[in-house]
């Protein structure tokens, strides 16, 4: 089956993105998901995509030839992805950031031996048995693990579903990163079982942590942040409304030979009133929420979140204090953020100096001229 798209569908790939939207198709002859050739109007070929019959963006571009896009096809680009990486020392990360690598909608993830992937468009779903033997010849995984619970999936008409396509996987794996050990859960954890995008950022903020200060992580799930801070730090308070990410922590704490981490299950928003009540002060803080802009529509909403807990967090930090505060939000863009940023500054009353801007963590890369692939956003500030 052959899809035809308009002269703006063409266009859109011509300019170096990979979507096509359904209002740009003109002909889609058979509503089945799968792997197709694209052409325009006339019949001329664009180029080989990801066709998804339910889901506003219909075409996800995978090459602009015609050869057939088999097993052998997914191992090659799989394998370039992961060769992107080489140098990474710490013994979790992706090896294919979907839109970014240029294979859209997979997200392949590496945990020691393992394999977590995601498919997370009809199209790459419909590709599964060739995507699973390219994963295996690519990474020699003992296991291979599909996280294909994300939500995303269910406008692409998909169920949403943790299965095993190879071997076993465990239900923690152990992942050393600078030194740090904790324990990742594929099966039941977070995105692909720890966020490996802040992975440098917890490395920056282990350097910035004030030595024998007090430290606080806010948003902690299973520590990753908190970890970081306490071998630098004589006290952390680490904050999380998960029981179960934040009993992981305490493990991961007893895994490190860490006894300086006081666990929190709170709100952090009611801990941090409380704390600024109380006037108790940090030298060291991060702030990494989940993300509050989930669509554009609430955007407002979510800037006044951001808005709260960093002003809050800024009027709990000691002179010369460091706070490292982040938005994974898409919706909420590095303007915006940083514009926030300002204005909770001015309203705590304190001084900060902008010391870092950062993003995600190399192996997470942003494609210019796609920012749907750039969501993470990092600042480090100095209270002064
Ligand atoms: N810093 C972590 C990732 C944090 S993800 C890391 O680097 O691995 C966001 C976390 O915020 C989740 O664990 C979630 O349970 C927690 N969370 C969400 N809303 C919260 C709230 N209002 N108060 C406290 N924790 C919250």
Known sequence: MTVKVTARGAERWKQGHPWIYRSDVAE????????????????RF???????????????LLTRGDEPVD????????????????????????????????????????????????????????????????????LQ?????????????????????VVSAHGTVPETIEVVENGVRYLAAPWTGQKTGAF?????????????????????????????????????????????QSTEALARGAENARL?????????????????????????????????????AKTKANLERAVAGYK???????????GGGVLFTSSCSYHVSRDVFHAMLADAA???????QFLAATGAAGDHPELLNVPETGYLKGVLLRAV
Request: hydrophobic residues 40%.
């Open 196 to 240: 490996l995008d802040q992975r440098e950022n917890r490395i920056l903020v282990g350097q910035h942590t004030r030595r024998g200060g007090r430290s606080l992580d806010l948003f902690t799930y299973h520590g990753s942040f908190a970890l970081h801070l306490a071998r630098h730090a004589k006290e952390v308070v680490a904050v999380d």
């Open 28 to 43: 889609e002859p058979e509503k089945k998901p799968g792997v197709v050739p694209v052409t325009d109007r006339k019949g």
């Open 308 to 318: 709260e807990i960093n002003l809050r967090a800024m009027k709990i930090l000691a």
């Open 256 to 292: 490190n030979g860490i006894a300086n981490i006081a666990w929190r299950e709170a709100n952090a928003f009611d801990l941090l009133r409380e704390l600024e009540r109380r006037r108790e002060q940090f030298d060291t803080i991060v702030l990494d929420p989940p993300a509050f």
């Open 71 to 138: 097993a052998p096809w997914w191992a090659n680009r799989i394998a370039e992805s992961a060769r992107r990486r080489n140098g990474i020392t710490a013994s979790a990360w992706r090896a294919v950031h979907a839109e970014a690598d240029g294979l859209p909608s997979l997200v392949v993830d590496k945990y020691g031996p393992f394999v977590v992937a995601q498919l997370l468009s009809a199209g790459v779903e419909s590709a599964r048995a060739e995507i699973v033997e390219g994963i295996k010849h690519a």
């Open 141 to 161: 995984p003992e296991g291979i693990l599909l996280r294909n619970d994300a939500a995303v999936r269910r406008h692409e008409g998909l169920p949403l579903e």
């Open 346 to 352: 001015r309203d705590s009353g304190r001084r900060m």
């Open 46 to 60: 664009l180029g080989t995509a990801l066709y998804s019959p339910k889901s506003e963006i219909r075409l996800r």
